[in-house]
């Protein structure tokens, strides 16, 4: 089903009996994206009557709903009118968080992988990675695990033929045109090339992530060395 007016590039789409997806546009794209977080902040700004959860993804976003309270029908129009007001809704500035990390050997056990995929050496494939700032398009998967774009076409790499049953905490992978981190050990078939000495996830913390959608995640290459010394302050504190 289509909207209409401001509307008309979004699509919606039923989730089942208790939600719908609004689509606004196809890929990985930052226009699409920051469309995307604008109209999360606006639902959460004014939750609509009956809606429990707002998920943000790529390129669309999951409202979840009671039947009992409200309908698609009922907020169609209610979201439409959101849309009026995005182009005066400011979202955060984005912050540039820097992630440390040690790159191949036990913390990269698939660099091979990729060099050879490339044919590139490890410090190329190091260079290349640690380059660019990457926009965190969303967090899912696992608690903070942020999908990132802007991966140099360079480095696209499958995922694993079969995944990992525990990847590390802290582990830096790339699958296909997205690279990421995991926060918590955890099933994945992401190509393993590196890994962070912060802790990315801890609840016992006042602000639980470092990082949230939005912001950017800059790779800054470390020794073995500066891994062990900084892990050691992550415990201590």
């Not at 995307?36 to 979840?64: C, Q």
């Not at 700032?133 to 991966?151: A, D, R, S, W």
Request: hydrophobic share 40%.
């Amino acid at each position: 089903m289509m909207a209409s007016g401001l509307f008309e590039k979004a699509v919606y789409r039923l989730a089942g009996d208790t939600g719908f997806l609004v689509e606004f546009g196809e890929g990985i794209d930052p226009t699409i994206n920051a469309r995307v977080r604008a109209m999360a902040k606006a639902l959460e700004n004014k939750k609509p009557l009956g809606v429990g959860e707002i998920i943000p993804t790529y390129r669309s976003i999951l409202i979840i709903y009671d039947p009992g309270e409200t309908c698609p029908d009922a907020l169609f129009p209610v979201i439409e009118r959101l849309e009026t007001s995005l182009k005066t809704l400011k979202l955060e500035p984005a912050r540039l968080v820097e992630i440390p990390v040690c790159y191949g050997g036990d913390f990269g056990p698939d660099m091979v992988n990729v060099q050879k995929a490339h044919g590139l050496t490890s410090d190329q494939v190091v260079q290349i990675h640690s380059h660019p700032e990457y926009l965190i398009y969303m967090v899912g998967f696992t608690p903070g695990f942020p999908f990132l774009g802007g991966l140099d076409k360079r480095l696209f790499t499958p995922r694993l033929e079969t995944p990992r049953m525990r990847v590390p905490e802290g582990s830096v992978g790339i699958a296909n045109n997205q690279t990421g981190m995991y926060p918590i050990a955890s099933p994945g078939g992401w190509q393993l090339i590196g890994k962070t000495p912060l802790k990315l996830f801890a609840p016992d913390r006042t602000t639980p992530f470092l990082y949230k959608a939005g912001d950017r995640i800059k790779f800054i290459p470390i020794s073995e060395q500066q891994f062990s010394r900084i892990a050691r302050q992550e415990e201590d504190r």
